[in-house]
Nanobody, 122 residues
Framework: HVQLVESGGGSVQAGGSLRLSCVASEDAFEMDLIAWYRQAPRKEREGVAVVYTGGGSELYADSVRGRFTVSQDRFKKTVYLEMNSLKPEDTGVYYC????????????????WGQGTQVTVS
């Protein structure tokens, strides 16, 4: 059974930091990429950051570029999202998802989703 499990969410004051983790089971890391999404209250889900599991560049949404950093530990089959300078607008449920490439931003449809972890910034 292939799955992704997010953790690390919580409540933080504006300007603070959180580090999210996404642990992949079985062969999820064999997929081309792992992406972080978020869904804020009363807003549509949006892609936040993407990392290709084979290495290379990372991609970020304009709203988080310069504040968030995505990285991976291939031995632990874990992808991280380091979130700094958090704003109330960053509040939402954060999901990791995996799928084949290439990344197509709003047109991309992941093959596998995690359960989500809540991030609240006040």
């Amino acid at each position: 059974h292939v799955q992704l499990v997010e953790s690390g969410g919580g409540s933080v004051q504006a300007g603070g930091s959180l580090r999210l983790s996404c642990v992949a089971s079985e062969d999820a890391f064999e997929m081309d990429l792992i992406a972080w999404y978020r869904q804020a209250p009363r807003k549509e889900r949006e892609g936040v950051a993407v990392v290709y599991t084979g290495g290379g560049s990372e991609l970020y949404a304009d709203s988080v570029r310069g504040r968030f950093t995505v990285s991976q530990d291939r031995f632990k089959k874990t992808v991280y999202l380091e979130m700094n300078s958090l704003k109330p607008e960053d509040t939402g449920v954060y999901y990791c998802a995996s799928g084949s490439g290439p990344w197509l931003w709003s047109f991309y449809e992941p093959a596998l989703w995690g359960q989500g972890t809540q991030v609240t910034v006040s």
